[in-house]
């Protein structure tokens, strides 16, 4: 079992309409859940972290954490065609480096 | 202020060679990991150095290795090359060690092995 998925995509949306992006992990002792941003050709970018159960709103961004499902989601509203990437989940617990889901890539079609 | 430097960008070498990655952090930075990207495995960690000791190691065999210098810059090395090493291998680094997942990533060196 990976450590942590992602469904690969693409997922498809319509601009102005909401992105719903999905990570499972296995290790239950897992603490803090982050989302990258990786355009095509560069590097990813920190855009999200939640450590806590619930939701952690940031401008059109929503991290949603449900620690008993062990389910971590990012929801982009009001998508735009530049936020066509491809979106990396990551976890880590304790001092341990952070472990990556391969990512989903986003296409927003205008 | 300047970010996450990695050189060379491209490189190409043939198998058995050796090669030396470098990366600069940004400044006040002291943790620096390194990650090996491909299209079938994603990101991977190779290891991660803070204030010149090695914190934490990935899964990957002895071929590679790093180092960090009192300056924060770090290297990475992998010797004997072998095909399956072409990637892009991205150093991240964040201001402090332990529990962070805030990592700055440089635009990484993509390794060709020929």
């Known amino acids: 079992q990976k450590e942590v998925e992602q469904n690969s995509g693409p997922l498809s949306v319509p601009e102005g309409a909401i992105a719903s992006l999905n990570c499972t992990y296995s290790d239950r002792g897992s603490q803090s859940f982050f989302w990258y941003r990786q355009y095509s050709g560069k590097s990813p970018e920190l855009i999200m972290f939640i450590y806590s159960n619930g939701d952690k709103e940031d401008g059109r961004f929503t991290a949603q954490l449900n620690k008993a499902s062990q389910y971590v989601s990012l929801l982009i509203r009001d998508s735009q065609p530049s936020d066509s990437a491809t979106y990396l989940c990551a976890v880590n617990k304790g001092n341990t480096p952070l472990v990556f889901g391969k990512g989903t890539r986003l296409s927003v079609i205008a | 202020k300047a970010g996450v430097t990695q050189t060379p960008r491209y490189l190409i070498k043939t198998r058995g060679q050796q090669v030396t990655l470098s990366c600069s952090p940004i400044s006040g930075h002291r943790s620096v990991s390194w990650y090996q990207q491909t299209p079938g495995q994603g990101l991977q960690f190779l290891f991660e150095y803070f204030s010149e000791t090695q914190r934490n190691k990935g899964n990957f065999p002895g071929r590679f290795s790093g180092r960090q210098f009192s300056n924060s810059r770090s290297e990475m090395n992998v010797s004997t090359l072998e095909l399956g090493d072409s990637a892009l291998y991205l150093c991240?680094?964040?201001?402090?060690?332990?529990?962070?997942?805030?990592?700055?990533f440089g635009e990484g060196s993509r390794l060709t092995v020929l």
């Open positions: 991240a680094t964040s201001a402090r060690w332990g529990n962070t997942g805030e990592l700055f």
